[in-house]
Every structure is written in C-alpha cells, then in structure tokens.
T-cell receptor, first 109, second 116 residues
Framework: QKEVEQDPGPLSVPEGAIVSLNCTYS??????FMWYRQYSRKGPELLMY????GNKEDGRFTAQVDKSSKYISLFIRDSQPSDSATYLCAKSTPNKLVFGAGTILRVKS | GAVVSQHPSWVICKSGTSVKIECRSLDFQATTMFWYRQFPKQSLMLMAT?????????EQGVEKDKFLINHASLTLSTLTVTSAHPEDSSFYIC????????????FGPGTRLTVL
C-alpha cells in the first residue's frame, strides 16, 4: 500500500463548478499535509499546508484533513479554466515529502 | 517570498557529456534541498536529499556517482548529471525547505534535460 493514494483522474468540470480533490494516507506519525498545483512543464507551486484535523481556507481554496479516516481534501470554489493543472497532495515526514500520484484537473469554459 | 530559481530551464547535450543544474533559494535560507525527477504524466520521484555542508542522501536505486549533488551554501545546491545518456533525459526539479514549521518545500521551475 502506498503511503499516499490519489486518483490520477483526469477530472473534467465546467467553469464555475466546485471541485473536490481527495487523497488518503497511511503512517500518520507526522501530520503536516500539503497541496501543490503543477502546470505543465513547470515546478509544483505550494497552494496550502495544514496540520491536524479541520479546515483551512484561502480564497477559493479550502483544505480539509480528517485524521480519523486518514483523508485529505482540497476544494476549489468557482473553478476557472486557469485552475486546469495537476494537483498533488503530499504528506510530510521528518525527512521528506511523500507525494500522491497527482490528479489532472480540467476546467472547461 | 519563498522563491526558488533553477538554471538552466532547459538544456540539450550530447551523449557522454556532463550537465550541471543549479538550484537557488532567493529569499530564504534552505536547511535542506531536494532533487526530483519527473517523467511525463507521472508524479515526482525523489532522487536525493542534501543538507548544506554534508553529503547528499540518495534514494534507493539512484546512482550517486551518476548524479552528483553539491550543497555549497544555504542558498545553493547543484546537480551534475555525469556522462549523460538518452535515458537520463527527463524533467529535473529541485526544491528547498526552510525547515519550519511543517517541512514544506518550495519548488524551482524545473530543468528539462534532453540527451541526444
């Protein structure tokens, strides 16, 4: 079993939709989680990081961690074509990040 | 803040030559820098972790003599691909971590290496 599981998609939604991106994780000894956005042929950009359970909001983005079910989510409200990218979830360990496979998101205008 | 630069952004070289890629944290000191490799439509594959002034720690299966990493200062790390071959062609991305609070990493824009 991989430490971080993420459905690679692609996920295709119409402009303005609410997008839900999800990951599950194991080995929860060190509980910082991150979401990165990666455009084609670019380096990943840190969107949000969270610690412990609960929600964290930043503009149209909300990151959610449910430690009881070992589930992390990223919600994007009012999605835009410019949100089309690959979204990577990551779990922090003391020495490195463990990434999910990345979900390809396509927002159609 | 938290800007990481990478140079060059792309490079084409002949088989057998060596290529050096630089990674710099521009506005923070990075206790740790990481080097990743990414194949098309795949996730990031960690190659090695480096701390300033010490030897890099390589992931299993990564040849340390092939991929030389030098972490000369808290803002600069270099990756040298020695005796490059076509199978080394890939997208190489570095990241830098300030070390607090959650070990988040900030990524460079990547370097596309093509070996002919």
């Amino acid at each position: 079993q991989k430490e971080v599981e993420q459905d690679p998609g692609p996920l295709s939604v119409p402009e303005g939709a609410i997008v839900s991106l999800n990951c599950t994780y194991s080995n929860s000894a060190f509980q910082y989680f991150m979401w990165y956005r990666q455009y084609s042929r670019k380096g990943p950009e840190l969107l949000m990081y969270t610690y412990s359970s609960g929600n964290k909001e930043d503009g149209r983005f909300t990151a959610q961690v449910d430690k009881s079910s070992k589930y992390i989510s990223l919600f994007i409200r009012d999605s835009q074509p410019s949100d089309s990218a690959t979204y990577l979830c990551a779990k922090s360990t003391p020495n490195k990040l463990v990434f999910g496979a990345g979900t390809i998101l396509r927002v159609k205008s | 803040g938290a800007v990481v630069s990478q140079h060059p952004s792309w490079v084409i070289c002949k088989s057998g030559t060596s290529v050096k890629i630089e990674c710099r944290s521009l506005d923070f000191q990075a206790t740790t820098m990481f080097w990743y490799r990414q194949f098309p439509k795949q996730s990031l594959m960690l190659m090695a972790t480096s701390n300033e002034g010490s030897k890099a720690t390589y992931e299993q299966g990564v040849e340390k003599d092939k991929f030389l990493i030098n972490h000369a200062s808290l803002t600069l790390s270099t990756l040298t691909v020695t005796s490059a071959h076509p199978e080394d062609s890939s997208f190489y991305i570095c990241s830098a971590a300030p070390g607090f609070p959650g070990n988040e990493q900030f990524f460079g824009p990547g370097t596309r290496l093509t070996v002919l």
